[in-house]
């Protein structure tokens, strides 16, 4: 239940920095939310003795957010498990802190940002050039970061009580 909230509240504050943060293709914004992936990133640990139901609810949360904001049905809902997928194997080899997740959330968003960038040019949907691919990372990465600082933050202050699902 806390993984679908944070989710649910990272897609309406996607929508609502995207508003007011608008990212177009010929003129990049400074800032570019992704909310919604930093939590499917931070979520894993919460659901490991229920993977499957991570997954499923992750693949369902990529085609809302297909639906929300890229209409390209079932193409953020890949990308999520993949992302997802890439949470799993970190979380199982290495014990996440603040620093470590700085690192982590740089390189899910440079994952992220790199297949969208290869798939859109791949299908030639968009223009992309490689400095744009580059300079929309490194604009995502300042709220992202301070974002799931935020997130993992919270989670490691709630009580046990709250959380229904142990992190062992």
Known sequence: MLGIIII?????????????????VNNLSLFTPLFTLVSISLLYPYYRKRERYFF???FITGIVYDLF?????????????????????IYRNYEIDYL????????????????????????NLVPVTISKVIYK????????????????????????????????
């Open 8 to 24: 649910v509240i990272s897609l309406i504050l996607d929508g609502i920095l995207t508003n007011y943060l608008p990212f177009l």
């Open 56 to 58: 499923i609810m992750i």
């Open 69 to 89: 904001y890229t209409n390209l049905l079932f193409f953020n809902g890949l990308l999520f498990l993949l992302i997802a997928y890439i949470s799993k194997v």
């Open 100 to 123: 470590k997740l700085i690192i982590y959330i740089i390189l899910v968003i440079t994952i992220y940002e790199s297949l969208t960038g290869i798939i859109l040019f791949i299908f």
């Open 137 to 168: 990372i490194s604009h995502s990465l300042i709220l992202n970061i301070i974002y799931s600082e935020l997130i993992y933050l919270t989670l490691n202050i709630l009580p046990k009580k709250y959380k229904k699902i142990s992190i062992n």
